[in-house]
């Protein structure tokens, strides 16, 4: 099975950008058709933030729409996610998710493997 190791996440001011990176070990991610990123305030529920899947395309939740890019490099086994003009909403901490189906899941429940997360704060 794969494991999946988060990293890119910090401290940036309100306005600033981050890219988060997901990084596949013990299998390839292009075997995995499907990659989410999630977050989770504190106090909160985990929720979708954007999904990536190799035919069907991206989507996106409508918070982060227009200023989150998901992309993936199968070549690097590396998953992104670019987060520009961000508010201090959008502090949480970050989880990719990988699954083996083609879809644009949304719900946790529609991925198999979960990275340990990164944190991302944004002061205002």
């Known amino acids: 099975q794969v494991q999946l190791v988060e990293s890119g996440g910090g401290l940036v001011q309100a306005g600033g950008s981050l890219r988060l990176s997901c990084t596949a070990s013990?299998?390839?991610?292009?075997?995995?058709?499907?990659l989410g990123w999630f977050r989770q305030a504190t106090g909160k529920e985990r929720e979708f933030v954007a999904a990536?899947?190799?035919?069907?395309?991206?989507r996106y939740a409508d918070s982060v729409k227009g200023r989150f890019t998901i992309s993936r490099d199968n070549a690097k086994n590396t998953a992104y996610l670019q987060m520009n003009s961000l508010k201090p909403e959008d502090t949480a901490v970050y989880y990719c998710?990988?699954?083996?189906?083609?879809?644009?899941?949304?719900?946790?429940?529609?991925?198999?493997?979960w990275g340990q997360g990164t944190q991302v704060t944004v002061s205002s």
């Open positions: 013990g299998r390839t991610l292009g075997s995995y058709p499907m």
């Open positions: 990536i899947s190799r035919i069907v395309g991206t």
């Open positions: 998710a990988a699954a083996g189906v083609l879809q644009l899941g949304t719900s946790e429940g529609q991925y198999d493997y």
